[in-house]
């Protein structure tokens, strides 16, 4: 199933029923008034999140959704039924704003969680609702209440606790699927991954957590170069990034250039992101030439900040992992 992260779509709550004009009319009752009933409610559209939805493709097809008008009043005083409620699922993880004005209305960050969008129109009062002592037959009804509409955009931004980011081939794919369940596509060729792919990593000594593999970022990817914006919003919502750098691809003279074009994008995204706890991980140790390349670049730095891994390899994970966790204890000590 193809990816989709943002959405347009209409939603309109149902119109009330229109309340009754009758007169009651029966053979042993000599003065029958009026007896009209009330419409019933229009139906209310609903937003709720669920498992059951992983991206916000369906709404490529389907962009127009109405709730069920009120059934109108009847005479003996008979409420019009009321109009069922629309539930439309969308993926945890979706914010939902107003497409006009770009407000947010309700971020829905777990399963469950449900926000009604839209409210159905009230139904109109029937006659007999109008019946005074100087007006003892009044002959007029309320119309029902019309629906709300409202357009919508929807943006999807993947719950993961931790974020792999890095150039593209530095590794992600490899590594996510070393540690984790996911299979992602593994191919040596830019943009292997066109869609971020979630993994829950599971160790012996730590609960699991959820992590998720960014799609590759280029120089001028927060204009929306390559991949650009439409997956850098993912990496908002994790805890702690792991900056994965192909050493084999790093250059002696320059050997921090990886590292810094990837905060340059991070940072004019949203600044907030570059605040994230970082961990700089050089990945493919295995090949020839690598080993002199991460020497030049943690020349600058201290080695205790940096990880060398080959994920191939399987070298070098229990020792991230190990950090991982333990940032991830930090960060949620501090919320």
Not at 34 to 56: A, C, F, M, N
Not at 253 to 259: F, S, V
Request: proline share 6%.
């Amino acid at each position: 199933m193809k990816f989709i992260d943002e959405a347009l779509i209409t939603v309109q709550s149902g119109d009330g029923g229109r309340g009754c004009v009758s007169l009651r009319r029966e053979k042993h009752v000599p003065r029958g008034g009026p007896d009209g009933g009330d419409g019933g409610k229009g139906g209310d559209v609903i937003l709720k999140s669920s498992l059951r939805r992983r991206t916000l493709y369906p709404f490529q097809f389907k962009r127009q959704f109405k709730a069920k008008n009120g059934a109108h009043g009847q005479g003996k005083q008979k409420t019009g039924r009321n109009g069922p409620d629309l539930i439309i699922e969308i993926p945890p993880g979706t914010l939902v704003k107003d497409a006009a004005t770009g407000e947010i209305l309700k971020d829905f960050i777990t399963a469950g969680d449900s926000y009604t969008i839209v409210q159905g129109g009230r139904g109109g009062q029937g006659n007999a609702r109008f019946k005074t002592s100087t007006n003892r037959t009044p002959r007029f009804a309320q119309p029902g209440e019309a629906g709300q509409i409202r357009h919508l955009k929807l943006e999807l931004k993947l719950l993961a606790d931790v974020g792999i980011i890095g150039l593209p081939n530095a590794g992600k794919s490899t590594l996510i699927s070393v540690i984790s369940s996911a299979s992602p596509k593994i191919a040596n060729y830019p943009f292997t991954t066109l869609t971020p792919t979630l993994g829950v990593v599971e160790t012996e000594w730590s609960d699991p957590f959820v992590v998720a593999d960014i799609p590759g970022l280029i120089e001028g990817a927060h204009q929306g170069a390559g991949l650009g914006t439409q997956f850098l919003r993912h990496i908002e919502r994790t805890r702690i990034l792991i900056h994965l750098i192909d050493a084999g691809a790093i250059d002696p003279q320059h050997p921090r250039d990886h590292l810094k074009s990837v905060n340059r994008e991070l940072a004019s995204f949203n600044p907030e992101l570059t605040q994230k706890p970082q961990i700089v991980v050089l990945n493919k140790m295995d090949l020839p030439g690598a080993p002199e390349a991460a020497e030049a670049f943690v020349s600058a730095l201290d080695p205790e900040q940096v990880f060398f891994i080959s994920a191939k390899e399987n070298q070098g994970i229990k020792r991230l992992l190990s950090r991982t966790i333990e940032l991830l204890d930090q960060s949620g000590n501090n919320k």
